[in-house]
Each structure stands twice: as structure tokens, then as C-alpha cells.
């Protein structure tokens, strides 16, 4: 039977950041009637709530923007190595007003809950105003994207008597529009993650006095960041589509030179320079050169040896620096921080580092926090303490699907996709970044692009079938997932209690759910499948 009613919308995308942004460019170009509806009251996404101080993206400007446009990154020019938070939102704006974009945004605007009507063949969408320009409505469409990003979710920990501080308390990844002014404070900052080692620097700056409350130490190695040279700017710009083919083929989605094929066979003095020549020139590059760095416990012992050496190097006081030095944890397990200035500030007389190991965080006090036996008096508290990651965001929203059988149902024990894309028993939703994909093994801009791309090419092929239903099957979501665990297995990144397992969540299965194959494989799979028309997928 044909489906009981037309919906408004050909299409739903939530979320504006960088995927929903060109998700929703890509379903306007191919002529479907498309609508987004961001809760933030500008788009951004991800970038528009962490604008804590010291925000910063910890792969390069150049990697780190779209690459399906030839003009657009023509146009534009990134001023930094590393794009700063603000350029980032500059970046997302003039692509919002660059391809008319904002005529289908509805800003202000949450999505609470989705229902699959089987009938309808499509969704029923709730929303929820969270400011004055947004609304409170129920919409209806045939597909459903969630562009809700893998990292926002945001987490406070469950300390006792959060609610009880007469401080300030801040969120790194809710910091006010208007910034914060912490001179002459005292400060503390929980979590020691990527936004806590890039917060804290700059707070280190201002207060008056900055304890870094440390549950684990992870390991730091400096972004160094600087302005690009016009002479740097018009070379990437002339190569462009050159570079894009060569990260479209590299593992993170970003290219690297290797040194060598196995750091666990390499000279140990050959080794150690080329983990020197990667240190000075900063960033992530460190992780890729060699690749058993990240399957070879062996060869990733060289590599913590050498950061651990750093940091001996770089924090004065040993105790400090002991703290401060990851034991039993392999680099890259947890994500490795890229920064500036982290390591250093610890030599500052002004901040205290505060071993959650040995003085656990006891609770919150009107006046500041108990930690171990003493209290430490505050006037700000500050939490960069992570994300519900990658299913946070999905299960935020009330999903049913088939037989109203809601997603936190049907992923009680962890997640299940079918190529992070698809769902089994939600037909015509699609998830972009989350569960399943790449997205935060590698460089997420190239992983959404290419999935942006294919969802667009399968909206398109429905409508070329005259087709009203995508359904993703059982069998397929299952062999995807098991996939997904198989390759983690085979690597050193399930070893470490980190989000990538769920661990930060109490409560939460422990799954490993990004897929870990490498961004080529993973779109070597994805084209695989729409070239053999859609295998695994069933249309109505
Ligand atoms: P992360 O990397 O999840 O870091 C969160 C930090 O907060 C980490 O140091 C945690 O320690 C700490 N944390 C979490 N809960 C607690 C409690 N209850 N007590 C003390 N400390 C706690 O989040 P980020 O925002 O820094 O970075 C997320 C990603 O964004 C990053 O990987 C980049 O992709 C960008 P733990 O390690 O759990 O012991």
C-alpha cells in the first residue's frame, strides 16, 4: 500500500554543525524539501557551546573544513595552524549565509522526540523552543538525519553536593557567550581531558590561585601553534584538491609522513630523533609514525617512555611531574592532547596540582571542594569533565521506531549501526558521527563529508525508485557491530577506561563503539555497499 499521508518535509536534519550544515546543503541541492532545527540560538554546533578560553581544534585549519566545495576553500583563509573557536564559528556562519543555508534553519529550537509511523512511512518530529526564536511544534518528514555530534552530551560528574557550591560553576562546554572574567579568583578545574589541559593555561592566567583537580593523567604533546605565513595560505590553496585525494586516503583523514614501518623494530636511536622531529613540529603527527604504534604494545611503550621523558623534562617540581606522568596507559588509548603551554603552567607558583588518586574528590561544599582530608576553598568551579559520547546525543532524543520500540530499548546493551548509519528497526533515520563510524578516530569533518555524500546519494536513489522506505536489516546492523568490535580488538585502543568504551558514564555498557578500520576502509565499505545497490538494506 502506498503511505497514509505526504509529509511536510522530504527530509529532517538536527543539528548544525559541521555535518548537519552540509547535510542540509547537500538534500537543498538535490531538490528535497529539507528542514533543520538547531537548539542553540546559532549555528555552530559543537563550536558554538565550547567557547571556554583556549578553545581549539586539535587537527590543522587546512584539514579541518570542508573540502566539497572548490570555491569555498578557495575563499577562505584560515589565519591559524590550528583553528581557534571563534574562527571556527566564523568559519560555520559564512557557510550558513555562503550557500543561503539559513532560510531552512530554525534556530532555538530542540528536537525531544521522533516517532516512526509505519503507516506514514516517515517521522513525526517533536521540538521544543529554547529561546525566543524557537518553536514548540510537531513536524512530520520522510527522513530523519541526526547531525547531533559524537562529543555533545555534556557530563557532570555525580559528586555529592554539586548543587550546594555558593561559587560560580562552570562547564567547559557550556561556557557563557559573554566570557568570564577570572581575575583575582579561585579557581579549581576538574578534568584533565582535552578542554581541561586547554583551559586551564588560560585560567592559570588570570586567577588568583588554579587547582587542577587530576583523576587520570593523560598524555600532552604541544600543538605549536602559530599563524600561517600568506606564503603557506596560497600553497595549500593552489594544491587543494590534491591534498583532499591524499587524505581522503590516509587513516585519520589527514596525512602523515611515516617514519618507518614498526617502532618496535626501529633503531632506538633513529626512533627517538624521529619522535624528537615530531615533538618540534607539534600535533597529533606523533601518533602516526609508525603504524604499530597503536597495535603493538611493545612498540607503543617506546613512545610513552619518550612523552613520559618530556614531561621529567618540562614540570619542575618531580612530585608534580610524577603526578602528572600516565602509568600502565597506552598513548593514543585515551585520546592524545594536543596544547599549548599545559605542562608549563604547572611550574606556575599560582596553581596546585591536586592527585584525585591520592585525595579523592570527597564532595562539593558551599565554599569549594573536599578532597582527601582537607577542604579547598573556592569562589569558581569549573567542570571539563566530557561527554555521554557518541550515543549521548541520539538517546537525548525520545526515538521510536518500529513497533514504538524506543532506541534506548534496542541499544540497552550497547550500541548497534549498520556502517554508523543506519539502524535496525528505525527506518529512514540516518546518524551521522555517531556509533559505529570513524568520526572520533579520525579527522570528523572527512569522515561526515563522505557520509553526508552518501546519505544525500541514497535520498536521491529512493527517489529515483519512487521509493518511501530505507530500512536497514537486522543481519546487516549485527555483522557491522560485531565488525566494529573485531577490529577494535585487534588494537590497544580498548584497553584504557575511556569514552570510547563508555567508561566516563556510570552505567553505561562497556562497548568499544567507534569503528576503527581506518577512515579509507570505512568508505571503501560504505561505497561497496551502495555500489552493489544497497546490500543490507531493504526498500518499500
Ligand atoms: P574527556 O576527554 O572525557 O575528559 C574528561 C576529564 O574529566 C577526564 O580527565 C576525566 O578523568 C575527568 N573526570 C570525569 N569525571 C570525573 C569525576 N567524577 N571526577 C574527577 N574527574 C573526572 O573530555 P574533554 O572534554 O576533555 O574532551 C573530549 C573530546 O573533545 C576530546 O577527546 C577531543 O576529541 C575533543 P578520567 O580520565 O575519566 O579519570
Redesign the pocket.
Known amino acids: 500500500p502506498a503511505p497514509s499521508r505526504e509529509p511536510e518535509y522530504d527530509a529532517v536534519v538536527v543539528g548544525a554543525g559541521f555535518a548537519g550544515l552540509h547535510m542540509l546543503h547537500r538534500l537543498r541541492t538535490a531538490g528535497l524539501r529539507t528542514r533543520l532545527f538547531e537548539a542553540g540560538d546559532a549555528v555552530g554546533g ?1 563550536w558554538f557551546w ?1 567557547r571556554y578560553p583556549g578553545a581549539r581544534c ?1 587537527f590543522e585549519s587546512v584539514d579541518y573544513s570542508y573540502g566539497f566545495d572548490a570555491e569555498l576553500q578557495r575563499d577562505w583563509t584560515w589565519s591559524e595552524r590550528y583553528p581557534s573557536q571563534p574562527e571556527i564559528l566564523r568559519y560555520l556562519d559564512h557557510v550558513a549565509d555562503r550557500f543561503g543555508l539559513r532560510a531552512d534553519i530554525r534556530l532555538s529550537t530542540r528536537v525531544c522526540a521522533a516517532h516512526y509511523d509505519g503507516d506514514a512511512r516517515g517521522w513525526t518530529v517533536r521540538t521544543a523552543a529554547t529561546g525566543p526564536a524557537g518553536r514548540t511544534e510537531e513536524v512530520t518528514t520522510r527522513l530523519l538525519i541526526m547531525a547531533t555530534g ?2 555533545s552530551a555534556p ?1 557532570l ?3 555529592p553536593g554539586i548543587d550546594t557550591f555558593a561559587g560560580r560553576t562552570l562547564q ?2 557550556l561556557w557563557p557567550r559573554e566570557g568570564v572574567d577570572l581575575r583575582g579568583e579561585r579557581v579549581a578545574v ?9 583551559v586551564v593555561p588560560r585560567i592559570a592566567e588570570q586567577a588568583e590561585r588554579l587547582h587542577v ?4 593523567p ?1 598524555y600532552v604533546v604541544p600543538a605549536h601553534n602559530r599563524p600561517l605565513t600568506p606564503a603557506e595560505q596560497s600553497a595549500v590553496k593552489e594544491d587543494y584538491p590534491a591534498y583532499r585525494d591524499r587524505s581522503r586516503e590516509a587513516f585519520l583523514g589527514v596525512h602523515f609522513d611515516p617514519a618507518g614501518e614498526s617502532a618496535a623494530a626501529a633503531d632506538p636511536d633513529e626512533r627517538r630523533a624521529a619522535y624528537e622531529e615530531r615533538w618540534r613540529a607539534g600535533g597529533a603527527s606523533i601518533l602516526a609514525c609508525y603504524p604499530d604504534l597503536l597495535v603493538d604494545a611493545a612498540a607503543n611503550e617506546t613512545l610513552a617512555d619518550f612523552l613520559r621523558g618530556k614531561i621529567a623534562e618540562l614540570v619542575v617540581d618531580p612530585e608534580t611531574a610524577r603526578r602528572l606522568t600516565p602509568r600502565d596507559l597506552a598513548v593514543g588509548s ?2 592524545l ?1 594536543v596544547e599549548t603551554d599545559y605542562y608549563p603552567t604547572f611550574n606556575r607558583p599560582s596553581v596546585e596540582l591536586v592527585d ?1 588518586r591520592e585525595e579523592p ?1 570527597a564532595e562539593v561544599t558551599p565554599r569549594g571542594v573536599r578532597v582527601g582530608d582537607r577542604e579547598i576553598e573556592l569562589d569558581v568551579l569549573v ?5 555521554d ?1 557518541l550515543t549521548g546525543p541520539l538517546l537525548a532524543v525520545d526515538v521510536s521506531g518500529v513497533d514504538g520500540v524506543s532506541l534506548a530499548d534496542a541499544w540497552a546493551d550497547g550500541p548497534s549501526t549498520y556502517l554508523g548509519l543506519a539502524v535496525a528497526g528505525f527506518p529512514n533515520l540516518f546518524t551521522v558521527a555517531g556509533p559505529g563510524s570513524p568520526s ?1 578516530l579520525s579527522n570528523v569533518v572527512r569522515c561526515t563529508e563522505e557520509n553526508v555524500e552518501w546519505i544525500g546519494d541514497l535520498a536521491e536513489h529512493m527517489r529515483a525508485h519512487g521509493a518511501t522506505e530505507v530500512h536497514a536489516s537486522a543481519e546487516a546492523a549485527k555483522d557491522w557491530t560485531a565488525h566494529v568490535g573485531e577490529v577494535a580488538e585487534t588494537t590497544l585502543l580498548t584497553s584504557a ?3 570510547y568504551v563508555g ?2 558514564v556510570p552505567g553505561k555498557p562497556r562497548v568499544f563503539m567507534p569503528y576503527a578500520g581506518g577512515l579509507p576502509e570505512y568508505h571503501r565499505r560504505c561505497a561497496e555497499v551502495a555500489e552493489r545497490g544497497y546490500e543490507g538494506f531493504s526498500f518499500r
Open positions: 559543537t565550547n586539535d559524537a562529543l557530563r560528574p555525580d559528586v567547559t562546554s576538574v578534568g584533565t581531558g582535552s578542554s581541561g589541559a586547554q583537580l587530576q583523576r587520570t593523560v585515551k585520546r592532547v584525585l574528590l567542570f571539563a569533565t566530557g561527554f559520547a572520533v577506561n575511556s569514552w567508561a566516563n
